[in-house]
């Protein structure tokens, strides 16, 4: 097997490709299924000229589907291009990237997106933590946060809402209530959610500064409470076997550190490219695994049902693409994939069960081209491990894209 010293995973969150092989499985809000979603296809769409995103479409994405704007008959002997399927049962963050690194996941994460949390919960909470609680329901953060941030400041009370994840979200003012005390609440609200009835894969302290509706803005000290995975990942094996695993954006916290050598904290995709240049840059990362996030196509423009701001954030994203893949060295791999779908001109605000696309690129590849659909996320996981000739764990799932090392 050729040996790769660097592999870097960057995850556009939320940009599935469509045509899941099980999408009629899954659902929005209303019962509608997600069959026909296909979030980078449509997006494209949005678009009289398509998206402009020449890095990619050099790369091969347009070998995947029909992205408006790219082609498929590009030459590209560099990279590999193919879909994902995921084998897990659900749609969510944690479920793909757990995926990803080896974990199949068969029940699903619960969420109380049509219902709110129990007022048991909501109760507790209030008594365990002296604060009362507004809000919960399903919403965008900067939404509820215009119709109850004003009302909070007034009562000393916070906020709480949740999404289509299986998460909890606790939202105060940096000013009145402070970090230090919201921290406090939402580590108890995660004691509490760990019980089956009331679990959620995460708990997010979402502090913000401001004093009325027209000024409140979100600060980047959220932090996340999340679970650790369920069973042993690529990640684990790795980090035991003394390689950097170096984490950009939310990864760390959707691991809950597990496997994690090191992390850095981003405020923007724009951010996690740039810190991920300085990465590929850095002479001291010499062997190794960087797994990045970028969540703004998810939280910024999945969830809100912005086509338009979503397609600018992938053209923004090829431009960073394009800065970054000359820094890469020769004995460097890079792949780009998704986590899950989340079509914004979708019926619903849910994420959509899609394939993800996977581009796998190397300056030392010469036999590039569109390879098969692969059943599972896992095989990125399963392909790191095989580069540093080490096996997965029984419990794990997974097979090597062995092309790449032709």
Known sequence: MKKYKRIFVIVCDSLGIGNA?????????????????NT?????????????????????????DEIKGTQSNVLHPHSYTLALNEASNGKDTMTGHWEMMGILTTKPFQTFT???????????????????FIGNYAASGTEI?????????????LI????????????ASEETVGLKELYRVCEIARKLCMKDEWFVGRVIARPFVGKTKDTFKRTTNRHDYAVSPSGITAMNILKNNHYD??????????FNGEGVTSTIHISSNNDGMNKTIDLVKDDNFKNGFCFVNLVEFDSEYGHRRNPVGYGKAIEDFDIKLKELIPYLKDDDLLMITAD???????????HTRERVPLIVYSKSISNGRKLEQRNSFSDIGDTILSNFNLEKDSTMIGETIKEIFE
């Open 340 to 350: 899950h779908g989340n079509d914004p001109t979708w019926k619903g605000s849910d």
């Open 114 to 132: 049509d219902t709110g949390f129990p007022k048991e919960l909501i109760a507790e909470l209030e008594k365990e933590s002296g604060y009362k």
């Open 245 to 254: 695993v170096r984490c950009v954006g939310k990864i760390n916290d959707i």
């Open 40 to 64: 980078f296809k449509h997006i494209s769409e949005t678009f009289s000229e398509g998206l402009n995103i020449p890095t990619l479409n050099a790369l091969g994405i347009g070998d995947i």
């Open 21 to 37: 092989k099980d999408a009629d499985k899954f659902h929005q809000t209303g019962n509608i299924s997600d069959l026909g979603s």
């Open 160 to 171: 709480i809402y949740t999404s289509s994840d299986s998460v909890l979200q606790i939202c």
């Open 145 to 157: 946060l215009k119709d109850l941030g004003e009302e909070s400041i007034k009562n000393n009370s």
